[in-house]
């Protein structure tokens, strides 16, 4: 099993990496179609600005897009990653994958933003992201927009931070969560390997 981690110049590559290998996974870091299409499931990493994301990940669009919808390939987007499952950011210029209809929003001014540290989860539906995952298990936080998906039937966690935010959204073959699980300990490290275990299906 090879995970590609998709590199368009976000600063935790190298943790994401170093995670799924200890939990017994290969993954490289790749922004190239033809590794893509060797690889087994694909990660959408997360620290970093939309517009700079987006013009990365456009190189390989396309390959990316055939592999996620025509050939049901897992995808599990963190943090900017997740973001970049839709088609537009408030935070500035680009265009995303469009996988999902909404948009990507700034949290409220009535809260310090960004929005870092630790936070829990109130699950909306179980998913197989989210197994063994309960609200009393907390996860950690570093961004400043979410995601405000058109469809709210693809969340399945929210978190509250000033409003009410999806933090975890799940549809077939196409996972995201807002937090990090790199960086989230025993919680973030059983969403890795839920997401390994979903891989091997």
């Not at 299409?37 to 669009?61: C, H, W, Y």
């Not at 049901?72 to 839709?86: E, R, T, Y």
Request: proline share 4%; with cysteine.
């Amino acid at each position: 099993m090879i995970i590609a981690i998709i590199n368009y110049g976000v600063g935790n590559l190298f943790s994401i990496k170093r995670s799924f290998e200890r939990i017994g996974c290969r993954a490289k870091i790749c922004l190239d179609a033809e590794d893509l299409k060797k690889s087994d499931a694909i990660v959408l990493p997360g620290v970093g600005n939309f517009m700079a994301g987006s013009e990365k990940i456009g190189r390989i669009k396309d390959a990316l897009l055939s592999l996620i919808i025509d050939e049901g390939l897992p995808v599990l987007g963190i943090c900017l990653g997740m973001h970049l499952l839709f088609p537009k950011s408030d935070e500035g210029y680009g265009s995303g994958l469009n996988i999902f209809s909404g948009r990507v929003v700034k949290l409220p001014r009535s809260v310090k933003v960004p929005h870092m540290g630790w936070n829990n989860l109130k699950i909306i539906r179980q998913t197989a992201i989210l197994d063994g995952i309960c609200e009393k298990s907390y996860f950690y936080f570093a961004h400043s927009y979410h995601v405000s998906p058109e469809d709210r039937n693809i969340i399945a966690a929210e978190t509250m931070y000033g409003v009410s935010f999806p933090s975890v959204i799940s549809s077939g073959n196409i996972f995201g969560v807002q937090f990090h699980p790199e960086k989230s300990e025993k919680p973030g490290e059983q969403i890795m390997r839920n997401f390994v275990k979903i891989i091997s299906r």
